[in-house]
């Protein structure tokens, strides 16, 4: 049992390159997120889902894209990167909803560079 | 909406002593809090999740506790070892935020051999 895990565990980009991250959880979970991690700013929420073949936004969406394909599966896609998205990446899973029992649990992060 | 605040950021302790990490949020209408542990480089671990209807939550040496009234958590840890050197963190889930995590900023506690 793998719990969240993440790929790339560590990515430079160059200004206006793309890239996708992928997360990938075994534990059958309906909900998946998005965030980044900045000094001084904590943890900020990009984008969920809440099932297979769903997404919303979160608190800082712009700037990327995801996609639930699949439901073991969360996406993270930055089409032209820029360097205000030089950060840490995590992805998280929870079974329930906002509104239940929702532990969320984390994978281990991407740091991401934008020159 | 839903603020969080962990006061201090950083905190040393020696081997041994019991210490208490706070969280404090502003809006009391909350669905749960959570306390994560996040070590240096990596991703964080969930070490205990309220929900609004309890007071206080255990595993091993912790302890957190719940006080909605006056919108505060509190983690207690007990004999506190050099292996609990961390970033923790609270984050709260409220109706004011539809029911996402906010986070804190955390605070950094350094066990002293």
């Known amino acids: 049992n793998a719990g969240v895990t993440q790929t790339p565990k560590f990515r430079v980009l160059k200004t206006g390159q793309s890239m996708t991250l992928l997360c990938a959880q075994d534990?059958?979970?309906?909900?998946m997120y998005w965030y980044r991690q900045d000094p001084g700013m904590g943890l900020r929420l990009i984008h969920y889902?809440?099932?297979?073949?769903?997404?919303a936004k979160g608190e800082v969406p712009d700037g990327y894209n995801v996609s639930r394909l699949k439901k073991q599966n969360f996406l993270l896609g930055l089409e032209s990167a820029a360097p205000s998205q030089t950060s840490v990446y995590f992805c998280a899973s929870s079974y329930g909803g906002f509104t239940s029992y929702n532990e969320q649990f984390f994978g281990p992060g991407t740091r991401l560079t934008v020159l | 909406k839903q603020e969080v605040t962990q006061i201090p950021a950083a905190l040393s302790v020696p081997e041994g002593e019991n210490l208490v990490l706070n969280c404090s949020f502003t809006?009391?209408?909350?669905?749960?809090l959570q306390w994560f542990r996040q070590d240096p480089g990596k991703g964080l671990t969930s070490l205990l999740l309220?929900?609004?209807?309890?007071r206080e939550q255990t595993s091993g040496r912790l302890n957190a506790s719940l006080d909605k009234s006056s919108g505060r958590s509190t983690l207690y840890i007990a004999a506190s070892q050099p292996g609990d050197s961390a970033t923790y963190l609270c984050a709260v889930s409220s109706p004011s935020n539809t029911g996402k995590l906010i986070f804190g900023q955390g605070t950094t506690l350094q066990v002293k051999p």
């Open positions: 534990m059958n979970h309906e909900y």
């Open positions: 889902s809440v099932g297979e073949g769903t997404t």
């Open positions: 309220i929900q609004s209807s309890q």
């Open positions: 809006d009391s209408a909350i669905y749960n």
